[in-house]
């Protein structure tokens, strides 16, 4: 089985730029074009939020005519720059719609290994992340509910400190009460998140947990604690979670045109110096 995962794809309404610099439409469209073109198509493709700017209709159309040139089913998780009522009234067949107020969902089709379950994060006017005990219920009842089967949550949130100072300033309360969830539950695979714009690897509960780089701009690496709060314009990136029959291996991919592929051996079989 194959995951792709886009992340924080922030697109704006037509003609309109992310703070003044960013064509999130193109640089989204560039993406998926990069995944079309891949020798192996992904079973399923999930987006870990933040799917638009500014949470308004008239973006999520914009975004939803973009996803209908994927041909495999698309799973997405809001972000803190999302608005879930506005993401209903376009997204209306999408399984994260409920009557909880929530965008969650548990998915396995009879096609896959593997177990994928979205956690909702947001709380409307707050960009940090929420995990109220409704919400945290709710994951320990699903993830109970297939104890033997390798799963892959899905939230917009790292549950973890990542040391870039203001995004940590907003990001997961009440990780500690996710970690010890999740260390009830061996049967968590891997943990994926956005919310970074970058590519980051922590241990939470002992599992694997990521954040995936944007496919738009990249949050400026500065660790320090005062670090301000600035992007760059690196090549837009997605993550490829490929189950091999025993784990899932991720692979991080820049979504930009390369020169190659270039053979290592000529037609005799001897490698080209």
């Known amino acids: 089985m194959l995951i792709a995962q886009f992340s924080d794809t922030h697109i704006k309404p037509e003609g309109q730029l ?13 993406a998926i074009d990069h995944l079309l ?17 500014a949470g308004s209709v008239v973006e999520y159309e914009r975004l939803e005519n973009l996803l209908d ?40 089709s009879d096609d896959w ?18 995990l109220c005990s409704e919400r945290l219920s709710w994951l ?3 993830l109970a509910q297939a104890p033997d089967t390798p799963t892959l949550v899905v939230m917009h949130h790292p549950p973890f400190i990542t040391g870039i100072g203001h995004m940590d300033d907003i990001g997961l309360e009440q990780r500690h009460a996710f970690t010890k969830l999740i260390g009830q539950h061996p049967q968590v695979e891997r943990i994926v998140c956005g919310h970074l714009h970058r590519h ?35 090549p837009a990136g997605y993550l490829l979670h490929w189950w091999n029959g025993e784990q899932l291996v991720t692979h991080q991919v820049h979504a930009v ?8 051996f000529d037609e005799s079989g001897q490698l080209i110096l």
Do not use: K
Request: with cysteine; aromatic share 6%; charged share 15%.
């Open 113 to 130: 290994p593997v177990r994928i379950v979205g956690l909702d994060t947001v709380m409307p006017g707050d960009s940090s992340g929420v």
């Open 140 to 142: 320990d009842a699903v």
């Open 18 to 30: 992310a703070y003044s610099v960013v064509d999130t439409h193109q640089m989204l469209s560039h």
């Open 200 to 234: 980051i690897h922590a241990l939470v509960a002992g599992r694997s947990t990521l954040t995936c780089p944007s496919t738009a701009h990249t949050v400026q690496l500065d660790l320090a604690p005062d670090a301000a709060a600035e992007f760059r314009m690196e």
């Open 257 to 264: 045109d390369s020169p190659g592929p270039y053979p290592f």
């Open 69 to 108: 040139r994927l041909t495999m089913p698309v799973l997405m998780v809001p972000g803190n720059h999302d608005d879930r009522e506005h993401m209903r009234q376009v997204f209306r067949a999408h399984p994260g719609i409920s009557t909880t107020g929530f965008w969650q969902f548990a998915l396995q």
């Open 37 to 53: 073109q891949l020798p192996q198509q992904p079973d399923v493709v999930v987006i870990s939020g933040d799917l638009v700017d």
